[in-house]
């Protein structure tokens, strides 16, 4: 049998990632004591304190072990942050050593959604892979930039070390142990019963972009700004570094600087992004919304639109339009 302590954090969480993941588990032990087999997970919410008000007290989860308790686990599920990851973490610098011990001596450990701040303040993924809700990408790699983040990933396996990518995502993970521990099978029924999408790889389509502004380069933050009310335009480089009366290599450095992206793929992430706007709610076929953002190259468009979201544009409007949905 498998110890698993769902890590329970001081201050707001989000509630469904400690109890999804505490329903996927214990159906599992269900499972296996209906076929007459013996529960394969030993399921333990740890905590800092015995009890945790959520959502100005609306919610209470009190913990059945304080972390002092736990002398060994096998495997450790950190929640996720609700609000500010920052200031979540600050609350729960407790369980670091606690953590990082408990890893030195075998323990995995898997962090879920903005979770990832707490795995990432163990440095136990210094220099490595991981994953959260892209929503926090940007602040994610402010406070780690030591660590080699990929948001457009949903799961992230790093020898022991898992992470996951936004919100709901944290159940793919979370099959993903239960099939790495029990197996296919049983992965495949437990995702069935509990109509979990299983073997998903990439949150890309669900990333809404949003132009980094939260910077001082007022001429950068003004080129931002006229890309994005020119989507339709057809914009090079050239001429924004002409506009704004800087030169190509010191604009495309202070771009990049300002926005962690270069301007060319700041135009497409723009152009893409209205693109699936115009995908989800409208009724003009592809082609016309690939005019429409400046496109007139069918291959090229539809290249980036899959480098972008990891659909292609015809599979994104099946997908996330309604009328479509519905026929």
Known sequence: MKHVSIVIPQGPIILSSVIGTFKVFSFVNGYFEAVGKNPPFDIHLVGLNKENDLYNGLFAIRPDSMVGDIKKTDLIMIPAFYGNPME??????????????????????AS??????????????KGKACTTHWMAADLFRQAFPNIKLMPEKLIIDELGIYSSGGAYSFLNLVIYLVEKYCGRDVAVHCAKVMEIEIDRESQSPFVIFSGQKEHQDESIKKAQIYIERNVGAKI??????????ISRRNFERRFKKATKNTPVEYLQRVKIEAAKKSLESGRENVNEVMYSVGYSDHKAFRTIFKKITG???????????REMALN
């Open 88 to 109: 979540g973490l600050e609350k729960n610098q407790d369980f670091v050593p606690w953590i990082v011990s408990q890893y030195k001596h075998g323990a995995e450990v």
């Open 112 to 125: 879920l959604c903005t979770g990832a701040f707490l795995l990432a303040a163990t440095n136990l993924i």
């Open 236 to 245: 090079t480089v050239d001429q924004l570094s002409e506009m704004f009366a």
């Open 311 to 321: 659909l292609s544009p015809v599979e994104y409007r099946n997908k996330y339009n």
